[in-house]
């Protein structure tokens, strides 16, 4: 009994000792784990942890680029229908034609600075970027007709079919009667040639017929009644609008209805922003032009004033 108590003693004695268990969190004890660290160890991990993102980001990236190249049919061309953009680009230009004459009228009286009158007097200034700039600021509005000159341009793989240009109405009052101007013309080239009378209370899209042995515009056959206009990719077309008014003045914008593959779309354009303006002519109970001031053309394309009823307010209305 002694003997194998002693045993047992000695055996209890050569046991290691019971050491308590670690209750933190993990995430304490792997932050512990590295403020142990050397600072050459902390730098040395935290590079190799980004240099695993890194390699992961590369994965996913090279996965991507390779899906969207086996669904373009793994070409080296663009693809077809890119995701994002228009599917054609247009540039707006509010142009004089060679054949036209230039009137344009304010809503408001039209008082020049000194600086501007200064302008207006020197030789060629009614032919002059600035002029045009001026009678922009000044918000005058063409008389009786607007052209604007559209190219559209092909953004697509696929063929863009235009089927429709209709002015999209945005006010219709009557016609501006501040201060008129009478000025020179400018030159266009056309491909296409398209009229809208908007007196009409619905105006459609009309080609332009020029009269024989003139340069006049007249309103023919609706245009886009046996006419498409197709864009393939950077492909060009020439779009040239003219919108006429006589009895009112009309802001419009003009809303493009085109195909692109079996799907129906629209696109609305106008003047940089703000809607495009015509107005007809202002007349008075007696049937003649009625303005408040009227800026002439001279020989040589400076502007002269002529307060009050001057010369271009005497005409009856509806004269050429």
């Not at 994002?84 to 054949?99: K, N, Q």
Request: hydrophobic residues 40%.
């Amino acid at each position: 009994m002694t003997a194998t108590t002693g045993v047992a003693d000695a055996g209890a004695a050569s046991a290691p000792p019971h050491e308590p268990s670690d209750r933190r969190p993990a995430w304490r004890r792997v932050i512990d784990w590295f403020r142990g660290l050397s600072e050459a160890g902390k730098v040395s991990l935290i590079g190799g942890v980004i240099g695993l993102i890194a390699a992961i980001v590369a994965a996913i990236i090279g996965a991507v680029a390779t899906v969207m190249a086996s669904d373009d049919g793994g070409s080296d061309e663009p693809s077809a229908t890119p995701s994002s953009g228009p599917d054609f680009a247009v540039s707006v230009e509010l142009v004089r034609l060679e054949e036209d004459g230039f009137w344009a009228a304010t809503g408001a009286d039209f008082q020049p600075s000194s600086a501007q009158s200064r302008f207006l007097a020197r030789p060629m200034s009614s032919a002059s970027k600035e002029f045009t700039d001026l009678l922009r600021s000044a918000g005058a509005v063409n008389v009786e007709k607007q052209t604007i000159r559209l190219t559209l341009t092909g953004r697509r793989g696929q063929q863009v079919n235009v089927l429709d240009i209709h002015p999209a109405i945005v006010r219709r009052t009557r016609p501006l009667d501040g201060t008129l101007f009478s000025v020179g013309g400018q030159e266009g080239s056309p491909t296409f040639k398209v009229m809208y009378d908007l007196d009409r209370p619905n105006p459609v899209a009309r080609k332009a017929v020029i009269r024989s042995g003139t340069s006049e515009w007249k309103p023919g056959p609706p245009f886009f009644a046996d006419t498409t206009i197709t864009l393939h990719r950077d492909e060009q077309n020439v779009v040239v609008v003219r919108a006429t008014a006589e009895r009112f003045y009309v802001a419009f914008r003009l809303d493009v209805t085109y195909m692109l593959g079996d799907r129906r779309k629209h696109m609305v354009i106008d003047d940089h922003g703000r809607p495009f303006q015509v107005t007809g002519v202002s007349c008075g109970a007696d049937g003649r032009e009625r303005y408040r001031h009227v800026f002439g053309t001279k020989r040589d394309y400076s502007m002269h004033q002529n307060v009050g009823l001057g010369a271009f307010s005497g005409r009856l209305c509806g004269e050429g």
